[in-house]
Structures are given as C-alpha cells and as structure tokens.
C-alpha cells in the first residue's frame, strides 16, 4: 500500500550527543607473495594482468585441483587475520574452500571484481597455532580459483570483524551499497526537516537526532545513509519508502522504527541496494495481525538488500520478500536478500516469508519466542523460492520453517537448512536444494550466536 505524506509533526530534540570512534593501533601484517616459495601455484605464474604486486600473480589450473598454498609463521597463537588479493574478470564467483593446516575452516567466495586486472582484497579471519602454518586455497568449483596475487597475514593485530562490522551479503552485490558516502552530512532533529533532507536529490548522510514522529511516508531519494544519533533516535507514525530506483542505494542505521498502523515501516519496492543494519523495529501485539502491517517489505523485484544487526520485536508482519503468489513474472530471478545478526523476539510471522525470491540467505539469526498461537512460524519458503537456513539459533518457535508444506495458499518453496539450533521449538522443514551464495561471508558457530546477536543487535550498538 502507498500512502502520501500527510502531517508533518516536529520531533523532540534529545541531550547533547557525542560520536565515539574506535580504532586498535596494528603492526603491518606481513606480505607472503604468490610468486615466492615456499608458496605454492598449482598453476602457472603469470604477469600479463597488470595491477599485480611483486613479480606475478597465480593463475591456478581450471580445475577443483588448481589451488594455492601458503605456509606464513604466526608470533602466537589465536586469531589471525588474512588479506587475500585476488582477480576475477568473470561474472561467476570462485568459491574455494580455505584449509588451515590441514582443515576446511570456511568456505570463502571470490566473486567476479570486473576486470583480470582489478584486484580486490578480501579479509578473512582465522585461528592459527604459534609458528608455522599452512593456508590453502582449494577451489570447489570446475572453474578454479580467481587469480591469486598474495597473503597478507597478520595474527593478534586486528580483532575479529564485530559489529558495526561492514556489510554484508547481497547489498554488496551487482556494484554494493554505499549509501550518502561522498556527499555532505547533514544532521535533523524535526520530522518535516527529516523528510526534506530524504527526498532531496543527491548523495547525502542524514543524521537523525532524536525520537521524530509523523505520519504519512517519507520517499526515500536516492543515493542516502539515514543514521539515527546515539541509542534513542528514530522515526515513529512513518512509512520509509524505497520506491522505483535500481539502485536505489540507501542505508537504514542505528534508528529506532516503530510499526506503523495501517502501513509498512521500511517498504521497498522495485529497487535495488538496501542496507537496513542495526536498528530496533518494535510495535504491539496486543491488536490484530493486522492493525500494523510489515515491518520490513521487499516487494516488486526489490533486489540486492542486506538485512543484519537488528532487533525486531513485538510485532505480528515482520518481513514480507515478495506480495503475492501471481507476481512471478515480476519477481522471479530477484528478491535476493540476506538476513543476519538479527535479533526476532515475539514477532509471530514472517521473519522473513518469502515467494520466488532465490537464494534468500538467512543465517546467525536469533528467533526468540514465536509462539503467539498455533500459527506462529519463523521462516516461510513459498512458491519455489529457495532459501539457505543457516546457523539460526530458535528458542520457543511454534515452527521454525515451512517450505515443503507451502503455507495458507502458497506453493511450496525450496529450502537448505544446516546447523540450526532448535530447543523447544517446531522444526525447520527443508525441501530440495538451492542455488550457491555467491558472495564471501563467514557463518559463525550456532553456538556464538545468542550471545553475539543479543549484545550487538539493535540501535545503540554502533
Ligand atoms: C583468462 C585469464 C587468466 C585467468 C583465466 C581463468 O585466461 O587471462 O588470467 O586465470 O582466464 O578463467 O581462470
Ligand atoms: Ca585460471
């Protein structure tokens, strides 16, 4: 549903804020290049890119055989962190499986950069034994490995990525998502400036200062960062619609939402490029499943979208990926989303539900409580959708997942489900197989999870 701004009401300006930046002192990570024993190419050693650094580059075999292999020597024990530069000038990732002394740890994607001769880095991080280690790239697809120009490696220097962490998943897809960067900065403290400062054109970061409430929809323009203010910014009564732009390009953070009666709080329709991070989405539940509507609506082919870090609470419609069941044409081949870090406590459907949309990945997320009735449910997979369930903790869900089942008059979707943790709660249904995430992530244990999303979802946390 699309609703015009109507009233602009003037928000409340809070106290004195204060922007707190953190960065860890690091020594230099040391540089292993490719061409340099007792590095290993199984390939040859080639310089015909340019951009490389040293003498060369590895341009493995096209094959699961074709790896690299590098032994670097750790001060210490602990967590160590991995600089892998790489080329790929096709369109297709490189996914390899990254062994450390001898063991499979992840499963890291090398996604095409647009050019043999763009080097991109990709950080990685894992854990290492004092002295010498071995890190190796074994490719897991017939096309081998991306070109390979070097390993920095560093141990001890640089924590694990936490949150605020950088984005992840499709939104770094298809050209990434940036948001207001490279424009000005502009900081609001009234609704009616809030909504000037979002629909003007150009690149712009707006600053939400303090708990703003209006009613009626605010139409996101272009090319935007909205970014609450310390803990207890956001928007109350507001529709934020991200509307007919590809890319749109608009991040979402640290803002209290509140469900918004009769309408979607975050609505995305026929765009591209979200990154919703780290905000606390709450509403009631003490009216009908109806009396708010979505929380977070992808709709009309929405497209390359990033959900993590936020806490979703209290509310019936959490996430709808896609708005009806006749709507394939429009939207099959989109509706990529990824859903992470997200803290879902009472919200009693749809977290997410999706039609057609493959492959949605939803992984180290915290389901708490969803059991409001008998149709209480986490995750729905509909109408041949194909959805990757990953590492999700679910405590008290009535059903984890549906997918095999369909769900009310929708289709059965396509499901992968694997190490999910489930303690009293329904299963998570599984159905068929799914297409490969093409993108680099790091799923954490399932047994981090609880601990992680509780401490650093939501707004506050950055
Ligand atoms: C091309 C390119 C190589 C690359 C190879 C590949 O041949 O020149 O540098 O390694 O493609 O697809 O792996
Ligand atoms: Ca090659």
């Known amino acids: 549903m699309r609703v015009r701004p109507m009233i602009a009401c003037i928000g409340l300006l809070a106290g004195a804020l204060v ?3 953190s960065s860890t002192a690091q020594a230099a990570p040391t540089r292993y290049e490719v061409e340099n024993s007792p590095a290993v190419c199984s390939g040859t050693i080639d310089s015909n ?3 490389y650094s040293g003498s060369g580059f590895c341009n493995g075999t096209n094959a699961t055989s074709g790896y690299v292999q590098f032994t670097v020597n750790a001060s210490a024990s602990g967590t160590a962190t991995l600089g892998v530069r790489f080329a790929n000038g096709t369109t297709t990732a490189r996914p390899a499986n990254l062994v450390v002394n001898g063991s499979t740890v992840q499963a890291p994607s090398f996604e095409g950069t647009g050019a043999w001769s763009t080097w991109v880095t990709k950080t990685l991080s894992v ?9 190796r790239l074994n490719p897991t697809t017939a096309g081998g490995l991306a070109n390979i120009d070097y390993l920095d490696f560093e141990v001890g220097g640089t924590p694990q990525p936490q949150p605020p962490g950088g984005i992840v998943g499709w939104a770094t897809q298809a050209g990434g998502t940036t948001g207001g960067a490279g424009g000005s900065t502009v900081t609001v403290s009234s609704w009616a400036d809030l909504r000037t400062q979002a629909q003007a054109s150009g690149a712009r970061t707006i600053l939400v200062n303090g708990m703003l409430s209006g ?3 605010i139409e996101v323009s272009a090319n935007k960062t909205i970014r609450g203010v310390g803990a207890n910014s956001g928007i109350s009564g507001t529709t934020l619609n991200i509307e007919d732009m590809t890319p749109a390009n608009v991040i979402i953070q640290n803002m209290n939402i509140r469900g918004v009666p009769g309408n979607d709080a975050i609505q995305v329709e026929s765009a591209t490029h979200v990154w919703i991070d780290h905000n606390t989405l709450s509403s009631t539940i003490e009216n009908d499943p109806d009396f708010y509507d979505g929380m977070m609506d992808f709709t009309h082919a929405a497209d390359y979208i990033t959900v993590s870090w936020n806490v979703v609470r209290n509310h019936w419609k959490t996430s709808l990926v896609g708005h009806s069941d006749g709507n394939a044409g429009e939207d099959r081949g989109h509706l990529r989303i990824t859903y992470h870090h997200n803290w879902f406590d009472r919200t009693f459907e749809r977290s997410p ?3 057609f949309g493959e492959t949605v990945h939803v992984f180290n997320n915290y389901y708490s ?3 409001n009735n008998s149709d209480s449910y986490a995750i729905a997979s509909l109408m041949d959708a194909g959805l990757l369930v990953e590492g999700n903790v679910f405590e008290n ?7 095999a089942s369909g769900y009310a008059d929708s289709d059965p979707g396509r499901l992968v489900a694997r190490n999910n943790s489930l303690t009293n709660s329904g299963p998570c249904e599984i159905n068929g197989t799914v297409a490969a995430i093409p993108y680099g992530y790091t799923a954490d244990g399932v047994g981090t999870v609880k601990s992680s999303v509780t401490a650093g979802a939501g707004a506050g946390k950055l």
């Open 369 to 371: 409580n969803v059991n």
């Open 397 to 403: 869900v009535q059903q984890a997942c549906w997918s």
């Open 49 to 51: 890119w340019s951009g």
């Open 353 to 355: 539900r999706v039609r």
């Open 215 to 217: 009613s009626g929809t």
């Open 19 to 21: 922007a707190v930046a």
């Open 127 to 135: 854990s290492v034994n004092a002295g010498s280690n071995t890190i």
